[in-house]
């Protein structure tokens, strides 16, 4: 049986492209991009791309970056998913553009999404960022859940004052321990009744008995 040569070279050429054809779809699909996706993120976009940058380093890459509490890397196929896990916040800072972490770890507002720092509702409005010394960070919620706080300040780098979102200032002393709480709670109500403050109420002698208010 003889066979039409044309038609064999046609078959061979159709058999030669659909091979050629098989041969790129593997090929594009074999060297695919590979799709990062951060999870809930919190971090800004720059900084999303500088961790794509240091995946194959990623450990030793956000070790140089205290604030960053743990992380969690998924692949699945062409498709990584990582969930960064941010330390505790205490407050941020819009003088010097920093958030304080509850660790005392400080990073610049550049790092974090501007919907992150909007929700940080406490300021600090010390000169430099606040440092949270022992007394502060045991009792600090103690003293949120009798004072409306929303700014605070570290003075003389000893004691803090707390800015009320009335603009009141309390001025807090030296040593905030049980005492000092317990008679914060036993007393707020009596001193919010019975007199009439807008400016300051100084607590910084509570120990003598002394309160100066205005």
Same mark, same amino acid.
């Given at each position: 049986m003889?066979?039409?040569?044309?038609?064999?070279?046609?078959?061979?050429?159709?058999?030669?492209?659909?091979?050629?054809?098989?041969?790129?779809?593997?090929?594009?699909?074999?060297?695919?991009?590979t799709?990062?996706?951060?999870?809930?993120?919190?971090?800004?976009?720059?900084?999303?791309?500088?961790?794509?940058d240091n995946?194959?380093?990623?450990?030793?890459?956000?070790?140089?970056?205290?604030?960053?509490?743990?992380?969690?890397?998924?692949k699945?196929?062409?498709?990584?998913?990582i969930?960064i896990k941010?330390?505790?916040?205490? +407050?941020k800072?819009?003088?010097?553009?920093?958030i304080?972490?509850?660790?005392n770890?400080? +990073?610049?507002?550049?790092?974090?999404?501007?919907?992150?720092?909007?929700?940080?509702?406490l300021i600090?409005?010390?000169?430099?960022a606040?440092y949270?010394?022992?007394?502060l960070?045991?009792?600090?919620?103690?003293? +949120?859940?009798?004072?409306n706080i929303?700014?605070?300040?570290?003075?003389d780098d000893?004691?803090?004052n707390?800015?009320?979102?009335?603009?009141?200032?309390?001025?807090?002393?030296?040593?905030?321990?049980?005492?000092?709480?317990?008679?914060?709670?036993?007393?707020?109500?009596?001193?919010?009744?019975n007199t009439?403050?807008?400016?300051?109420?100084?607590?910084?002698n509570?120990?003598?008995?002394?309160?100066?208010?205005?």
């Open positions: 003889k066979i039409n040569l044309s038609v064999f070279l046609n078959f061979i050429i159709s058999i030669s492209i659909l091979l050629f054809f098989l041969y790129f779809v593997i090929n594009y699909i074999s060297k695919k991009p799709i990062i996706n951060f999870i809930h993120s919190d971090i800004n976009t720059n900084f999303e791309i500088d961790i794509t995946l194959n380093n990623i450990n030793n890459y956000l070790k140089n970056f205290e604030f960053i509490d743990s992380y969690l890397l998924k699945n196929k062409n498709e990584i998913n969930k941010l330390k505790k916040v205490f +407050a800072n819009n003088s010097i553009q920093e304080i972490f509850v660790d770890t400080t +990073a610049p507002f550049n790092y974090f999404k501007s919907t992150y720092l909007d929700n940080i509702d600090d409005i010390s000169n430099d606040i949270i010394n022992r007394y960070s045991d009792n600090y919620q103690k003293l +949120a859940s009798i004072f929303s700014q605070i300040e570290y003075i000893r004691r803090y707390l800015v009320l979102s009335s603009g009141t200032i309390i001025m807090l002393p030296k040593v905030i321990d049980s005492d000092f709480i317990n008679f914060i709670q036993n007393n707020i109500e009596i001193i919010n009744k009439n403050y807008e400016k300051f109420l100084d607590l910084r509570f120990h003598k008995k002394s309160i100066r208010l205005k």
